[in-house]
């Protein structure tokens, strides 16, 4: 099929007006959390909202849980390695925690402590 | 023998009063005379001649038909037809040892037969006692699982940690023997641990484990010939039983006490009776009680006209000491992020002549490291996440970077060792049962410690998981009532009387000898002194084989 160059130009506007729509809907329709101090490390979890509810089990294990010392730790460790660097590390070294019974890596466990703090 | 079933003195023969020639050359004459007259006889007569008969074949004979006051006097007197009891006397068989099995049950079912093991019990749950073990033939291999694996050398240690730990041997002990108790087991090909090379290849990937300090490692199973089920020994081996010349197996017949002599140090006699009222008497030159765990110390403590304590109780250690293997159910979820696992964990496959199933067993460097137990997992039924385990498993692999598109989930099973304890135990009831034996109170008890143990091995199995980027787990078991909620028992009985090289910390010696006793011994996981995680099926068997080989050279 030929397409006229009125056809063409009026079809490349409509794609460009959809893909506009599309991100910008993306980024209009994401989910919003109030600023928290924990903002940068919380940027590394996929699912904020359902890791908060995992935290929340996690810090049902722990009395005096200190958010901005548990921030700080996690900055100092992110600054010479990847999550998964820590996450395996962790793992290797028997650092772990239970939530709700899930055997998770430390790292993992202070994020989603982070997380359900910022939510609260 | 006189018609009123007394026996003469004589030289051969499960019966003194009768040669095996003599009787070879009545029996045709017995038999005519039988088809002939048998049927205008009263009942009573009619059982004396059957009872006759039998003795001739020297197989399978009714207690019930037994004359009153009939004394048998064989070399070896078994208390007991299971699997035990079963293998001493097939071991036995090439020899010109004369052997009885004195075998409460007959070849089947029966409720009153069964109702003799009712007793009663105080403290943590357990089953009830009647309810974990079969009276006849075959015992508790009538309704088993068929599962088999060997105990571990650790299983055999001295272990610091561990109080009354430490068999009087070492695994390559009983190891001499395991191949005949395995195929005792009819287990096929024996593989074990060794399968793993037929078995992963041929079925998928096991499951990939970070070093630590739980591996797969594989039960085998009994598979009957002919049929699917587990091996029964007494329908099973019927039949080479009948064809053991020197063997007599009664039926019905239960042995209510063990006589011993004025001074207390060998068993001179044992008391037979049968619920139709019979009663006669063993005089044996030896005898092997593999009554199970828990009729061996009921017998042992009952028969108290002597030795007040009971047999063998000089230092109170009979009926201590009992034990079980605790199987939660659904002790952890397991997720495997990309879904994939040899179907050898969830069930048993047939390779290469062995039926098999994977678990996951705490290494023995573990298990010292961590004074951990012994245990067992089994992977079983796919189970759905709720919101906070999808939640978990997705931030998990994502963190991981890994994917968990395809992730399952699983419900996992165990089966635990406990610690020995000397005050889980049974003691004589004031109650008595139809044939006027003190029945038992089982006094329970189960440590927090070793539940907490084995959620340690648990937690371990979780850290290998997140190590190899796998998967993952939840423990699902926390306070004591979750762990009693989901109690189940592998209805293994072990532990009432103990061996020990030192008679103050057991019942018999590393021989299964009764301290203190000339002539007793005793066989099944009534000996075990710890308990390891392994079916013990199998494995006292081969310690039942070992004793086999012992009474060969006492009674030459």
Known sequence: ?120 | MNLDGRVKPGHDGHWSGTTQVGMRRRRHIFDKTRRTAAANLPEACQNQLHFRKASVLGAFIDARNVPSGTVLQPDLAIVGGGPAGIAVAMALAATPIRVVILESGGMSFDAKTQALYEGSKVGAPYLTLEASRLRYLGGSSNHWGGWLRPMDEIDFEERSWLAYSGWPFGKPELDRYFARAHYLCEGGTLLYDHGEKWAVPAYGPKLALGEGGVATRWFQFSKMKGSTLPTHFGERYADELKRIGRLSVYLHANATRLGVDAAGTRIEEIDVATLTGRKFKVKPRAAVLAAGAVEAARLMLASNDVIPAGVGNAHDLVGRFFADHPTPRDVATLVVFDGKLTPFYAEAQAVHGAVMRAGLFPSPEFRRRSAAMASSVTIENKVELDDLGKAAAAATAAALGVGAGDAVAFSLGGGMEVTPDPDRRFTLDADRDALGMPKLRLHMRLADADFAQFRRTLKELGRQLLVSRTGLIRLNLKTRDEWLDSLDWGNHHMGTARMNADPRLGVVDANLQVYGMANFYVAGSAVFPTYGAANPTVNLLALALRLADHLKGVLR
């Open chain 1, 1 to 120: 099929m030929k397409l006229t160059r009125r056809e063409a130009v009026i079809g490349a506007s409509i794609g460009a007006a959809a893909g506009v729509a599309g991100v910008g809907g993306r980024y209009f329709l994401r989910k919003r959390h109030a600023p928290s101090p924990y903002d940068d490390l919380l940027a590394l979890l996929d699912d904020r909202d359902a890791d908060a509810q995992i935290g929340e089990t996690v810090l049902a294990e722990i009395e005096d849980f200190d958010p901005q010392a548990t921030a700080d730790d996690l900055r100092a460790r992110l600054a010479h390695n990847t999550l998964s660097g820590l996450m395996a590390e962790d793992a290797s070294e028997g650092r772990l925690v239970e939530a709700g019974g899930w055997i998770l890596p430390e790292t993992l466990g202070a994020l989603c402590a982070l997380a359900a703090k910022a939510a609260a």
